[in-house]
């Protein structure tokens, strides 16, 4: 697999993956299936511009997963924030989710972040694994899903270390 950052004329495989990854794991995220499939090509455009994002591809190109980076409105300035992370179910558990992590960790160290941190739905428990073998730990904070209150999230962090090293 090779994880490539993508830019805004990237913008159909994005939504692609994207759309495929709502199809799939609706459950996993915050967002609808339904309202991301009217986005039109300006609004992918602009969520690559304004959020680094990466997409892992395999041997004949094809995009089999996809991570963004962002700074999360009411997070502290020196956190980033880990969205739209998904990995297609026919090349799960060979490592990719933990190069994507690995490397979105590494951009928002190199970015000045001292964490790097996301959300996770409490009950789906493969996502926990990952983010805690992948060395993220609990906050407490929690909230509602807020595409489904009944719900629940659970906020997790990273440490960086200086000068862009992973810790």
Do not use: C
């Not at 299936?33 to 609004?43: D, I, K, N, Q, Y």
């Not at 591809?57 to 924030?81: C, F, I, M, N």
């Not at 880990?82 to 690995?102: C, H, K, N, Y």
Request: glycine share 6%; proline share 7%.
């Amino acid at each position: 697999m090779l994880i490539r950052r993508v830019d805004e004329d990237d913008w159909p495989i994005v939504r692609d993956v994207r759309l495929r990854a709502l199809r799939e794991s609706p459950e996993a995220f915050g967002a609808s299936l339904a309202r991301e499939e009217r986005f039109t090509e300006s609004h992918w455009r602009m969520r690559l511009r304004t959020s680094p994002t990466w997409v892992a591809v395999d041997d004949d190109d094809v995009p089999k997963a996809l991570v963004s980076l962002v700074p999360e409105p009411g997070s502290p300035e020196d956190d980033r924030h880990v969205v739209s992370l998904w990995v297609a179910p026919e090349v799960r558990r060979r490592g990719t989710g933990w190069a994507l992590l690995d490397t979105v960790v590494r951009a928002g160290a190199a970015d000045g972040a001292r964490t790097v941190s996301l959300w996770v739905v409490d009950d789906n428990a493969e996502a926990v694994d990952l983010y805690v073998r992948a060395g993220f730990t609990r906050t407490g904070e929690t909230q509602a899903l807020p595409r489904d209150p009944s719900r629940t999230e659970e906020r997790y962090e990273r440490v960086t270390s200086p000068r862009g090293l992973v810790g």
